[in-house]
């Protein structure tokens, strides 16, 4: 079964730092894809970033990006110039393909100090 | 651009009441997913279903049942109400089945159960 594990409960960072997210995940799957979901107080799931695993090139968008390091099965996603919205729930979320779910981490909590 | 539509948005039931809830997906989109996150949890997937056949089960009670209808939009019934199904129900929509492709997450339904 599939897995997904993140191990910082809690993380803060200074506004325009940057902060990195761990998340390891386990699949005895080849075909998978790998999601971070932001959860702000409003609760609503809003999509940060997603990284197929054929694809070697780590996926960016804007302030967010990945590292993602398929043979070690870990995906952490760092955020760059840290905003004061950027404070949330972070969930890191496998789906392999050809399956219509996703398995979700624990989360971890951003802070973002002014 | 049209979301994800959930109601009721807040729901309060005695133990033992049913509850419906109901899930209108984005348009064009067939396939319908609906996870669970208790207070302080990740969401867990309940059940999904693609062009209105049940597609992949998750950790769903016997108590509770779903199906997807012919207009796409899908409802979650909810019998024999526990204290412990005080929880934010989600519903999410895709447009490409089995494919992972993003899940567009509605606001939620959040049961409290007294």
């Known amino acids: 079964a599939q897995t997904v594990t993140q191990s910082q409960p809690e993380m803060s960072v200074q506004e325009a730092e940057t902060v990195t997210l761990s998340c390891t995940y386990d699949?005895?799957?080849?075909?998978?894809?790998l999601f971070w979901y932001k959860q702000p107080p409003s609760r609503q799931m809003i999509l940060v970033i997603r990284?197929?695993?054929?694809?070697?090139q780590n996926a960016t968008e804007n302030r967010f990006s990945v590292n993602f390091q398929k043979a070690a099965k870990s995906f952490s996603l760092k955020i760059s110039d840290s905003q004061l919205g950027d404070a949330a729930m972070y969930f890191c979320?496998?789906?392999?393909?050809?399956?219509?779910?996703?398995?979700f981490g624990t989360g971890t909590r951003l802070k973002v100090l002014a | 651009a049209a979301g994800v539509i959930q109601s009721p948005r807040h729901l309060i039931k005695e133990k033992r009441e049913t509850a419906t809830l109901k899930c209108y997906p984005i348009?064009?989109?067939?396939?319908v997913y609906w996870y669970q996150q208790g207070p302080g949890q990740d969401p867990q997937f309940l059940i999904s279903?693609?062009?209105?056949?049940?597609?992949d089960k998750g950790s769903i009670p016997d108590r509770f049942s779903a199906q997807q209808f012919s207009d796409y939009h899908s409802e979650l019934n909810m019998s024999s109400l526990e204290l412990g199904d005080s929880a934010l129900y989600f519903c999410?929509?895709?447009?490409?089945?089995?494919?992972?492709?993003?899940?567009?997450f509605g606001p939620g339904t959040r049961l409290t159960v007294l």
């Open positions: 279903f693609y062009e209105k056949m049940q597609s």
């Open positions: 999410a929509s895709s447009p490409t089945p089995g494919l992972a492709d993003e899940q567009f």
């Open positions: 979320a496998h789906c392999t393909s050809g399956t219509y779910k996703y398995i």
């Open positions: 699949t005895s799957e080849s075909d998978y894809y």
């Open positions: 348009p064009r989109h067939d396939t």
């Open positions: 990284q197929e695993a054929y694809k070697q």
